[in-house]
């Protein structure tokens, strides 16, 4: 499994939103800006997110994108499965010969429950702590 730049961009995208918008909207011409990021590719992650209920959009003059719940409770997991789909190390297939099937329960399926138990256990909250953390 590879995070593509959807995965690392949304993520940085989304610290950039929870550090910056203390109740109020910020713009994605912000984000794009402090992040360098493309503002274009910005709007399809932002699209992602919000259908996937983590973020608000809010039209008009003032506004921008909100996260839709606070950051304690927004977990990596759902940021990443909401960017990246399945983020299985592997292809899930029918029946499989046996040392597949062996390497897939003894391996695999391994990876991806402490990927997954990672990323469950971690906030976005968390990460704002430890960047605070490394900042000072």
């Known amino acids: 499994m590879k995070i593509s730049t959807k995965g690392r961009y949304g993520l940085r995208a989304l610290i950039d939103l929870a550090l910056h918008s203390r109740g109020t909207c910020v713009s994605l ?3 794009s800006a402090r992040q360098e990021l493309s503002l ?3 709007e399809s ?3 992602y997110l919000k259908k996937s209920g983590l973020v608000i ?3 008009g003059a003032q506004g921008g994108y909100l996260l839709a719940k606070p950051a304690e409770q927004i977990t990596l ?4 499965t909401a960017l990246e789909g399945d983020l ?3 292809d899930h297939i ?3 010969p046996p040392i597949r099937a062996f390497l897939n329960r003894n391996v695999w399926d391994a990876i991806d429950r402490s990927i997954t138990d990672v990323l469950k256990n971690t906030s976005l909250a968390d990460l704002l702590e430890e ?3 490394d900042a000072t």
């Open 40 to 42: 274009n590719y910005l």
């Open 57 to 59: 959009g809010v039209a």
């Open 77 to 80: 997991l759902e940021v990443l």
């Open 131 to 133: 960047l605070h953390t």
């Open 45 to 47: 992650i932002f699209a």
């Open 94 to 96: 029918g029946a499989e």
């Open 29 to 31: 011409s912000d984000i």
């Open 88 to 90: 299985s190390v592997y």
